[in-house]
């Protein structure tokens, strides 16, 4: 059941009160934190409802204020340090913490767009608030988390279904806001989205960039300005990271021939793969995998 594994606490520079313990989703109420520690393990939802602080990722660092809200992706190293007043909302999930599946999620406008590709244009350009609320919005958004807090803190009350439609449609409403928000990056991943998501799932098969752009309802030149805008790349130097990335993880994982991984992830010339492989990760695909090997390294990246 959910309301077993759902945790809400309340954490402070002095104290900690704990009530539920979740392996699926957490809500904290972060104040007065002059260095923070956010969860690495989990992914996660920072929102700023007052006074500021500054977040440090990935050697980046990124001034907060009330009604800013920033994704954190499963994996990526995160810091807050803030000012006395600091008050921030810090919600960590999985997958399972949603009523309805994730590929549903998906279709939705704004969530795909803020919650998987965000992320990744920010490790190209760097970090950025994408999604800032304004005062009415931020309270409306913090009562709406709040009331899941108080709801969970109901012995017996709560039940799974409950939990998790207050969570779906909290999350729902900021997607909402993203898609709305006007931001430029936000206009074109909003509008990449169909894309990006169909490359997710065929990166290994042929495609043309007016295949993509008709999956988007636009032109071939407004596609490639979305990329841009979203990415600071063209769209066949996406596609192709796509590729890479999963070489690297078969690399990592499995002992399939180097020119075998190639045909996999859609590159036939295993000559190319390897300039391409070695452009991106700056090692040989064998060198790659040698060295992952002596570590025992094996990690992988997600959504959640």
């Known amino acids: ?5 759902l945790k809400v606490f309340m954490e402070s520079a002095v104290r900690v009160e704990a009530t539920e313990q979740s392996e699926s989703l957490s809500i904290a109420v972060l104040t007065s934190s002059p260095s923070r520690l956010l969860a690495e393990a989990s992914a996660e939802l920072v929102i700023v409802c007052g006074g500021k602080g500054v977040l440090e990722s990935e050697g980046k660092s990124l001034p907060l204020v009330r009604g800013d809200v920033i994704f954190m992706p499963r994996g990526a190293d995160r810091v807050v340090r803030s000012t006395s007043d600091f008050r921030a909302l810090s919600i960590t999930f999985d997958e399972n913490a949603f009523l309805i599946p994730e590929r549903e999620l998906l279709r939705v406008p704004g969530f795909a767009a803020f919650f998987v590709y965000e992320p990744k244009a920010r490790v190209r ?11 009415e919005s931020c309270t409306r958004v913090q009562v709406g988390f709040l009331r899941l807090k108080d709801e969970l803190e109901i012995p017996n009350k709560s039940s799974d279904v409950l939990c998790k439609s207050m969570f779906t449609s909290a999350v729902l409403d900021l997607a909402d806001r993203y898609a709305n928000s006007g931001e430029p990056r936000a206009v074109a991943l909003v509008r990449l989205s169909p894309a990006l998501c169909w490359l997710d799932d065929h990166f290994d098969e042929p495609v043309t960039m007016e295949a993509l752009g008709e999956l988007c309802g636009i032109s071939q030149r407004v596609l490639q300005r979305c990329f841009h805008r979203a990415f600071g790349i063209t769209p066949v130097t996406y596609l192709l990271d796509l590729r890479i990335g999963a ?10 021939s180097i020119k075998a991984i190639a045909a996999a992830v859609g590159i036939t010339d295993a000559s190319y793969f390897s300039r391409r492989f070695r452009l991106k ?3 040989e695909p064998k060198v790659y995998r040698d060295q992952h090997r002596a570590r025992g390294g094996n990690s992988s990246a997600a959504f959640v």
């Open 281 to 283: 990760t700056g090692l």
């Open 247 to 256: 070489a690297q993880s078969l690399l990592r994982t499995t002992e399939t």
């Open 1 to 5: 059941m959910c309301r077993r594994m």
């Open 125 to 135: 350009l760097g970090l950025d608030v994408q999604l800032r609320l304004r005062a």
